[in-house]
Every structure is written in structure tokens, then in C-alpha cells.
């Protein structure tokens, strides 16, 4: 069967193409996936799939029903996609040579490429596979093409929690150069709000400048805090990047009375929110005694969940057997070892494994082409991820006959 799923692949492969590249022409910003919503549902349909929903975000579900008996499959994909910024063409969706960026072979270029719309539209290709095959699971073939992901994944919890669409093994299709992924760090957002007293800008002695104070706040975050982050055996380091200021009032002329920079941390479960809040609000305190004109706070976020001690995942191997599972049906449909590996970033894959349900990520294109001007996803690894992903699902649901 194995075989016959190479074959259809190299069958289908025109078509999976050009697929991919109409997803890559329809823009679908994060909040603007209407679009791109109708083309995934449309093609779903297409390609045989029993039932197709769409939800109030745009998120679209599709499952090819089985026979019963066996357990089923979710692939999760996201439509959304970051803005282009200074991308050349970048809903061109063209065909080049990869040499361009360094890879071997011939890319489909544009933005979403690499993040998400190639492992996407691979899940799609490979429910029409299975259909075209008449190959019958036992278990639901499940794709969620959601809306949002870029922006917090609100699309992936609706249809979890409005729609129940969940399964006994989900697969996040984020990048991962065809590997198997197995989790990745949590990450927190804080802010620190600095007050100073504004003044003219002609005679800065009047006033306490909150900027300079900050500047000396992410000075010891620089050289006291970052260097002793804790690193965890699985997750790695945790890691902070302050990555936005602003003062108050903004106005050229004026000493800013003040100031508020964001810290993005990506942590593990042994380095809480809680305890980077302590961290920062004991380096505030240090400070304070050299300097009692210093008045800063942390500031956490009232989104919810977001005190929850640690939002990343880890499907541990020795608790899920499934995940060997996985790794030798992977390693068969490539024909060569697979490794497994984390993700750098975040994905939607918390979301299920909260659930307690076993989460993992296989994907085609490079994590470092991600959100930048070279987004690309190379052709030969889009088409191994169709295999990869039909023959998943022949393994986990299992097959009839
Ligand atoms: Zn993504």
C-alpha cells in the first residue's frame, strides 16, 4: 500500500502544486482568512471528504469518515500568515530555482509558504490520496485549517471547544524540515512600566527621565539575568528578548514621565512566569536601594491562561507509545531514519495537549525561513510530506481488507 501512495503522489503531483500555489495567491492575513477559508473547503470537497465544516473564524474542518474500529488522525494546519513587509512578490506563488536561498532543487516562493500554506495544503493532498486510492481507515482522517494561529490561536481553540474537533493523535504542521517534533518551550509576555517626572526638554534637570531608567533596568537584564537562565534536558534554554519600548507623553520636546518595555520569554516548566516576575521584581528591588528615585513595576498580562505556570508541551515518548508509532511510520514513507527534535517556537499543539491528547509536529520547509523575506518551501519536500501524512494515517486509524 505503501507503494501505491508513492505512486498517487507522483500522480497527484501537478495538481498538489498548484494547489499550494493558489493558497499561496489568496493573501490571508490573520484575521483575513475568508478567502483562503473557501478555496481549502471547496478542495476538500473535491477530493472526497465526508463532511466539511466552516466555523464563525473561518476555520475549516474536513474529515473522511472511517469505517470504525480504529483510532483517528487530526492534522492541524493554519491559514493565517504574518504580514509580508518587504517580501518581493510575495503572493507570486512562483515555481524557481531554490538555489536562491541556498537549497537544493526547485521552491515554491511566497509568503506562507514555508508557514503554514505548504504543509496545509500537503494535509489536503493527502486526505484526496486516500480517497483516490479508495483506501478505507478504520479511524477518522481529520484536517483542521485554522484561522489565527499567528495571533494568540484562537482559531485551534474554537474548534476544539465550540466544535469538539479533536482525535486520538493530532499532527501540527509547523516546520520541521520533515522531521518529527515533539513539543516545544513555553512562552510568556511581561511588561515593565517605568514612572519618571516630565519636564521641558531644555532642562532635563527639572525632571526624572523614565527612559533613562529603563535603560538601566534592560542594562542588568542584559548582563544579570539573561546569562543565568536555566536550562532544561528537554526544553533547552530558556531565553528572554525585550522587543518593544515606548514613552509617554511622546512628544519630541518633552522628558518622557514614562516609560514601558516588553520582555518575551520562552521558558520551560522549571522557569514559570511566576518566577521570571520574581526575578525581575527582585532585580527592581536591588536597584531600588541605590537608586530611591527609581519607581518601576512588572506588569503581567490579564489574558486568560496566561499565569498558567507553563503553556509549552512535551509528548514524552516513554508515556505516549504512539510516538513510536509514528517515528517508524515516518521513517518507512521517507525510506531512511527519522529523528525527532523540538521546535524553537510556539505552535497550536498546546492547545490539544492539555487535553492530555498526544501532539506532534511534522512538517515540510525550514523553521528558519519562517516569517522572513525568503519564505519558500521546496517542492520535493512538500511531496514527501503527502506521503508522510497518508501513510500516517493508514498506520494510526489503520485499514480495512
Ligand atoms: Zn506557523
Not at 7 to 30: C, D, W
Not at 145 to 165: H, K, R, W
Not at 348 to 360: M, R
Amino acid at each position: 500500500m505503501l507503494n501505491d501512495i508513492l505512486r498517487a503522489t507522483q500522480k497527484n503531483q501537478e495538481n498538489a502544486i498548484l494547489f499550494l500555489q493558489m493558497l499561496i495567491q489568496t493573501p490571508s492575513p490573520s484575521g483575513e482568512e475568508r478567502k483562503a477559508a473557501r478555496i481549502t473547503a471547496k478542495e476538500m470537497k473535491a477530493s472526497g471528504f465526508d463532511e466539511v465544516a466552516v466555523d464563525r473564524l473561518n476555520d475549516v474542518m474536513g474529515t473522511i469518515k472511517g469505517v470504525g474500529g480504529g483510532r483517528s488522525i487530526l492534522f492541524n494546519g493554519h491559514l493565517d500568515h504574518v504580514p509580508p513587509g518587504k517580501m518581493d512578490e510575495p503572493y507570486s506563488a512562483k515555481l524557481m530555482n531554490g538555489s536562491a536561498f541556498g537549497v537544493e532543487g526547485e521552491v515554491v516562493y511566497g509568503r506562507a509558504a514555508s508557514d503554514n500554506k505548504g504543509a496545509l495544503a500537503a494535509m489536503v493532498m493527502a486526505g484526496k490520496i486516500i480517497k483516490d486510492l479508495g483506501i478505507q481507515l478504520k479511524g477518522d482522517f481529520k484536517v483542521a485549517a485554522v484561522s489565527l494561529e499567528e495571533v494568540g490561536g484562537a482559531g485551534t481553540q474554537a474548534t476544539i471547544e465550540e466544535s469538539g474537533f479533536t482525535a486520538d493523535l493530532v499532527v501540527i504542521g509547523e516546520a520541521t524540515e520533515n522531521r518529527v517534533a515533539l513539543g516545544h518551550r513555553g512562552g510568556v509576555g511581561v511588561d515593565i512600566v517605568v514612572k519618571g517626572m516630565s519636564c521641558h526638554a531644555s532642562a532635563p534637570e527639572r525632571g526624572i527621565n523614565a527612559l533613562y531608567k529603563a535603560a538601566e533596568i534592560i542594562s542588568r537584564i542584559r548582563s544579570g539575568l539573561i546569562p543565568r537562565l536555566p536550562d532544561h534536558p528537554i526544553y533547552g534554554r530558556t531565553s528572554i528578548s525585550i522587543t518593544q519600548i515606548s514613552v509617554k507623553p511622546d512628544t519630541s520636546n518633552v522628558v518622557p514621565e514614562e516609560c514601558s518595555f516588553h520582555i518575551d520569554c520562552r521558558n520551560s516548566p522549571d522557569y514559570s512566569i511566576i518566577a521570571l516576575v520574581e526575578d525581575l521584581e527582585e532585580l527592581i528591588a536591588s536597584m531600588k536601594e541605590a537608586d530611591p528615585e527609581l519607581d518601576a513595576d512588572v506588569v503581567t498580562p490579564k489574558r486568560r491562561g496566561t499565569m498558567r505556570g507553563f503553556n509549552g508541551f512535551y509528548t514524552d515518548p516513554e508515556e505516549y507509545s504512539i510516538v513510536q508509532e509514528v517515528k517508524e511510520a515516518v521513517s518507512e514513507a521517507l525510506g531512511q531514519e527519522t529523528e525527532t527534535k523540538l521546535w524553537t517556537f510556539r505552535t497550536d499543539g498546546n492547545y490539544y495537549a492539555w487535553k492530555g491528547t498526544p501532539v506532534v509536529g511534522f512538517g515540510p520547509a525550514e523553521e528558519r525561513f519562517s516569517h522572513t523575506n525568503l519564505d519558500h518551501v521546496r517542492v520535493k519536500e512538500y511531496l514527501e510530506s503527502i506521503k508522510v501524512y497518508a501513510w500516517l494515517a493508514c498506520k494510526i486509524c489503520g485499514v480495512k481488507g
